[in-house]
């Protein structure tokens, strides 16, 4: 089993989160927060950490929603921080808070995500 590929730019971040999506790869959707990310969920609840935002991935995921990969929009970066963000269809923006990471990689600290499915 290969470890799943990192994000080398915030950019990689959207792009990764939408092929383990279509995979319906739970764990590697996980692998894309640090370990004390926090998810902002449908209704404005908040996952905590690595393992509550793969069970909810996972729940999302069985649901078998319709994925439409939206446009990436150029990350805003100061020093090891960056804002990324997608344009969805129908014009909904989501928006997330990345970090830098020792080796180098970018892992989501803040997400909030729109998850509907129609």
């Known amino acids: 089993m290969t470890a799943p590929e990192k994000a080398r730019t915030p950019e990689d971040l959207a792009r990764l989160w939408f092929e383990h999506a279509t995979a319906r790869d739970a764990d590697g959707l996980a692998s894309l927060y640090e370990a004390a990310a926090v ?3 449908p209704g404005g609840e908040l996952a905590g950490g690595r393992a509550a935002i793969r069970a909810y991935y996972a729940g ?3 649901s078998e929603p319709a994925l439409v990969r939206g446009r990436t929009r150029k ?6 921080l960056a804002l990324t963000s997608t344009r969805l ?3 909904t923006v ?4 990345a970090r ?6 970018w892992l989501w600290v803040l997400d909030a995500p729109d998850l509907t499915t129609g």
């Open 39 to 41: 998810l902002e969920l």
């Open 89 to 91: 269809e129908g014009g």
């Open 94 to 97: 989501s928006a997330e808070v």
């Open 75 to 80: 990350a805003v970066r100061k020093g090891n």
């Open 60 to 62: 999302f995921l069985a």
């Open 100 to 105: 830098r990471q020792p080796d180098g990689a």
